[in-house]
């Protein structure tokens, strides 16, 4: 008998998931090119489940369901708030650009994003191993075909092929390894392969084997080195608004599941993964800035800069436990939690200044697309300006703060080998900032080809949401306090119940 507080817990996935069969519904009917309808409903739909999650995260209570396979704590409410917030802004975003292109023939644009955004709240609330595959699948299937939507595009085409043979192969590498996991605990429950493994009685020798593989996959979908080939291939062949799709929204989800499986069930054996984590750490950071400076394309120089944005990330979560203590936990993981959604906001604004100036025939996809954007819109090229230094750490945006505090995580626990990451991470950050303000360069200082002197044509919804965006990645530079408790109490609450 499944009892009501079961229920309660997974409401907002009942809502999302119900009106997203609802909306396939009755966009058979709408004929609008445009989907005017469908992408209302969407809007509205997401809106009252983002407003659910911030009720049930401002209570600050943890609940089990169904047998303790699905939590719902602060965290988790949270990032699916942030999540839910992220899908509307990018479909507000993306719906010009798609319509343009002939992608909303149908409403799979809408539908398919919003079941991708109930793998990303299952992933983000699993508190069992195969939920939480359950959830990765469905977001990444949905991913995969949101990547394919414009099938007349042979470079779509082949960018889904790639995605999804690498992407089944990463998946094949986290099961493989949740499966030795269970072989060697007995349990697919995350507290009882907590508490297992905390019991030292089971062989370590097949823990470690495992876990090798855990990481594997969770690397993958991260897009950490050495298994970042397919983020440059897909954020540069996916339709943009795609590419805006699976590059904000589900970094959520891929912190969320990072924080599940190795924190909350793996915690007991930090010591080997955060070894891990800091050799894909370095990998990263060194291989995506050095490799974003050679870039012209300026999708294919974001996708390695996320892959060098989440080798901070994981500094962060590699910094919690040290020499077996707890007591940098707190600290450490909600410094991660704060850089994650400080990364996705600001992701945001950069794709949607690429959308805005995104015209019929025109993708404005390389970095000389943007050259004298000053000159015809100075508001737009200040947004663009904004993120770029938010993305390159410079005061007092947003991101600054963001990288301040996973160097202050790791300079916390007191190690000489955290205070050389901290060096190195600080480092390649400088070589970042070449790449971002050359982006600041070309829009400033470059004279614009009469190709792109042209008026920047946007729909209202659009060009609010954006000035919005851009606003708030100078605001929480200004003010980050508000964020960062909120983040530092969600995570107190989740370190409080480890094991329980």
Not at 216 to 229: D, E, I, Q
Not at 230 to 257: C, E, K, R, S
């Given at each position: 008998m499944i009892d009501t507080l079961s229920w309660i817990t997974v409401y907002p996935e009942i809502i999302l998931l119900v009106m997203a069969c609802v909306i396939a519904l009755v966009d058979l009917g709408v004929t609008s090119p445009r989907r005017q309808t469908t992408y209302v409903l969407s809007l509205l739909t997401l809106a009252v489940i983002a407003c659910v999650q911030a009720v049930y995260a401002s209570h600050g209570s943890t609940a089990y369901g169904f047998g303790k396979m699905f939590i719902s704590d602060p965290m988790g409410n949270w990032l699916k708030c942030f999540a839910t917030v992220a899908l509307m802004v990018t479909l507000v975003y993306g719906r010009p650009y798609a319509a343009d292109r002939g992608m909303l023939r149908g409403g799979e644009f809408f539908t398919l994003s919003l079941f991708a955004l109930l793998g990303i709240f299952v992933m983000i609330s699993g508190h069992n191993f195969l939920v939480l595959y359950m959830g990765l699948e469905l977001m990444t299937l949905s991913s995969y075909a949101l990547v394919a939507l414009r099938r007349d595009n042979a470079t779509a085409t082949e960018a889904a092929m790639k995605y999804f043979v690498l992407g089944a192969l990463a998946s094949g590498f986290l099961l493989y390894g949740l499966s030795m996991i269970y072989g060697a605990t007995g349990s697919l429950n995350v507290n009882e392969v907590f508490q297992a493994i905390a019991s030292r009685q089971v062989k370590h020798q097949v823990l470690v084997f495992g876990l090798v593989?855990?990481?594997?996959?969770?690397?993958?979908?991260?897009?950490?080195?050495?298994?970042?080939?397919?983020?440059?291939?897909?954020?540069?062949?996916?339709?943009?608004?795609?590419?805006?799709?699976?590059?904000?929204?589900?970094?959520?989800?891929?912190?969320?599941?990072?924080?599940?499986?190795?924190?909350?069930?793996?915690?007991?054996?930090?010591?080997?993964?955060?070894?891990?984590?800091?050799?894909?750490?370095?990998?990263?950071?060194?291989?995506?800035?050095?490799?974003?400076?050679?870039?012209?394309?300026?999708?294919?120089?974001?996708?390695?800069?996320?892959?060098s944005q989440m080798g901070f990330l994981l500094l962060a979560l590699l910094a919690g436990v040290v020499d077996g203590s707890k007591l940098n936990a707190e600290y450490a993981y909600s410094a991660a939690m704060f850089y994650v959604i400080t990364y996705v906001l600001t992701t945001l604004a950069v794709f949607g200044i690429i959308l805005l100036l995104a015209r019929e025939g025109h993708e404005s996809e390389e970095i000389a697309d943007l050259a004298g954007l000053n000159q015809r819109s100075p508001l737009y090229a200040g947004v663009m300006a904004v993120c770029m230094f938010s993305l390159a750490g410079v005061p007092p945006v947003v991101g600054f703060y963001a990288k301040l505090a996973v160097l202050q995580s790791l300079l916390a626990a007191q190690q000489s080998s955290y205070l050389w990451l901290a060096i190195f991470a600080v480092m390649m950050s400088l070589v970042g900032a070449f790449y971002y303000l050359r982006v600041v360069k070309v829009m400033y200082f470059d004279a614009a080809p009469a190709r792109l002197q042209v008026p920047i044509v946007g729909a209202l919804d659009t060009r609010m949401v954006l000035t919005v965006n851009g606003a708030l990645v100078l605001l929480l530079g200004l003010f980050p306090g508000g964020l960062m408790t909120l983040c530092a109490d969600a995570i107190a609450a989740l370190v409080k119940s480890l094991g329980t």
């Open positions: 593989f855990v990481v594997a996959g969770l690397a993958f979908k991260l897009g950490a080195v050495p298994f970042h080939m397919w983020l440059p291939d897909v954020y540069h062949g996916a339709p943009t608004a795609v590419t805006l799709l699976i590059g904000a929204a589900p970094q959520l989800a891929a912190f969320a599941i990072c924080i599940r499986l190795l924190v909350q069930g793996m915690l007991p054996l930090a010591i080997d993964w955060q070894q891990m984590l800091g050799v894909l750490a370095v990998g990263s950071l060194l291989v995506g800035n050095l490799a974003a400076v050679a870039q012209t394309n300026l999708k294919r120089m974001l996708a390695f800069s996320t892959i």
